[in-house]
C-alpha cells in the first residue's frame, strides 16, 4: 500500500506553497493554514484493506449549502474559489425572520456553512475520495472541527490532490453540475474552470462546468440553499 503518511504528518497547506493564486474576485473573510496530524487523518485515508491499482476509477460528489442574506451567513457566496458578486437577489423568507412569512425579501446574498461553502470545491473533493473509496469529506474535515471554520476550500482541494497523487492517480476528466437559481454565474464559470485545473494539476480539456436552475422548486428555487454534483474519473499514472 502507497504510504500517504508523509503527506499528513504535518500538514501546511497554502496556496503560496504551491506558487500559484487560484483566480477569484478578493475574498474578505480569514483564510486560516490547514494543520492535521498522521494520527488524526493516518487510519481514515489509509484503510487497512488494499486499495487496487485498478486502471480508472470513478467518483461521485454532491454538496449543498443554504443561502441567507449576507448579515446571517456572514460570508460571500464562493464557488469554485470565485466570489459571486451580485445585485441584490429576491430571497424567499420562509421563517418570517425580516418580512412576513413566505415573502420575498430583496438582498445580497451568502452561504451559510463552516468553511466557506465551496459547492464545487467540496463535490470534487468529495468525488475523489469515493473514487479511491475512502470516507466522505464530512468524516476527513468535520464541521465540528474549529480548524475548519471559514476555511478557504482550496486547502481541502490541495490535500485531496496530495490524497490522490500519493495512490498514484491523476485526473481523467472532471464533469461539474452546479444547481442555484440566482445569481446567475456564467460570466465566472471561466475563472472556477481555471481554478480546478491549477488545483488538481489537470488541463482545461479534461474539467467541464455546466449549471442550471431549478425551476422555483423547493428550496433551491426559492434561494435558500444552492447544490453541486460532480463525476469524475481518476487515472493510473
Known sequence: MVSITPLLSVLYLTVAAKGFA??????????PTLRSTAAETDDILKPKYEIESIPIRIGHGFDIH????????????VIGGVEITHKDQKWTDKDGKYVGAGEIYETQLGVVAHSDGDVIYHSVVDAIFGALTL??????????DPRWKGCDSSKFMEHAYEVMTGYGYEIGNIDV?????????????????ENIVKLLGTTEGKVN?????????????ELRSLSCHVVLTLVKK
Open 22 to 31: 487560484p483566480s477569484s474576485q478578493s475574498k474578505s473573510f480569514v483564510t
Open 66 to 77: 443554504r443561502m441567507a442574506p449576507l448579515e446571517e451567513a456572514g460570508q460571500p457566496i
Open 135 to 144: 470516507p466522505d469529506i464530512g468524516q476527513v474535515f468535520q464541521d465540528t
Open 177 to 193: 453540475t452546479l444547481i442555484l437559481e440566482r445569481p446567475k454565474v456564467a460570466g465566472f464559470k471561466p475563472m472556477m474552470k
Open 209 to 221: 462546468i455546466k449549471a442550471r436552475t431549478h425551476e422555483q422548486v423547493d428550496s433551491v428555487g
